[in-house]
């Protein structure tokens, strides 16, 4: 074995030795705590840049998709396909799980 290949070998063995670390019982109700207590809803300028984000992040999919050579139609379907389906989601879910209850 090399000097290198034993300096490696060593650093696995210590690390496979060493404890397995593990998270404290209570982490998921101290982890909701945290997550609720820092959600707040966004503010005019918030919700503007995130729908600035979508839509940049929207048009350069679509240059990247053209450059590969994909058609004007299929990108309108892949872009468009899963914006629709989360419209008809929040449009339905909350008319479903009322019905069921």
């Known amino acids: ?11 696995l063995r210590r690390s496979m030795a060493a404890p ?3 998270l404290p019982p209570d ?4 982890l909701m705590r945290e997550v ?7 503010d ?5 840049l995130l729908a600035g984000y979508g839509v940049l992040s929207a048009v350069v999919s679509a240059e990247v998709m053209r450059s590969q050579g994909l058609a004007w139609d299929g990108i ?3 872009t468009l396909g899963p914006l629709a ?4 989601l929040r449009f339905l879910l909350p008319r479903l799980t009322k019905q069921t209850l």
Do not use: H, K, W, Y
């Open 1 to 11: 074995m090399e000097p290198r290949e034993t300096g490696i070998d060593s650093l």
């Open 85 to 88: 389906l989360v419209a008809a």
């Open 20 to 22: 397995v670390p593990s």
């Open 76 to 78: 309108a379907v892949m």
């Open 44 to 48: 005019r300028g918030g919700r503007l």
């Open 36 to 42: 609720r207590r820092g959600s707040q809803p966004l």
């Open 27 to 30: 982490f998921d109700q101290r």
